[in-house]
């Protein structure tokens, strides 16, 4: 068994045994945690909140009552009944493996994005961390400077740029997130 199907088993054994999911990834990987997701909502689940705890993504799921989400859990179960081992592909899913299948694709794409947003919105505001960056560039020239004015602009002000770029791409993707998520009603 490789661990795409742990992964899926593991899953099925919480779907059966209660009416709350959590989800968590060693890697933190969105993608697989999305495609976890997508099978879940396959047996009658639907995603409630993905948190931040230390440096692992936890993904909260909840048994959803409606009468499409049980019929869709009955069919599924009837379509799938090996799902999650060596012999039955998951819902969705490639066989052996947590890759989605063309008609997957995009929910499971959607359920990144909502992953990751949720997971990045107590994050620190942009401002917060330009000016905790500014304040480490600004030591680090005055630490050189010792060493002489040009040595002390040599380290600080590349430093500063690359903070400042790598800010702004963090920056974007969390915009391009964002709204990729309001655009497809999820926020």
Known sequence: MNGAERRI???LRQIATGDAVVLTDRANSPARLAALVYIAEQYGFTYAQTRLVGQRLEVDLVRDRGTQ??????????EFPQAGTENGPAPGMRRRSLKPARSAAEPVALLRARIEYDAHAGDLHWRSKA???SGVSI???LLFLPAGVLMALAVGLPTFAIFMIGLWVEVQRKDRIARRVRAAGLD
């Open 131 to 133: 000016v905790f960056m």
């Open 9 to 11: 088993s593991g899953l």
């Open 139 to 141: 030591v680090l020239t």
């Open 69 to 78: 989400a049980q019929q869709r859990a009955v069919a599924t179960l009837a």
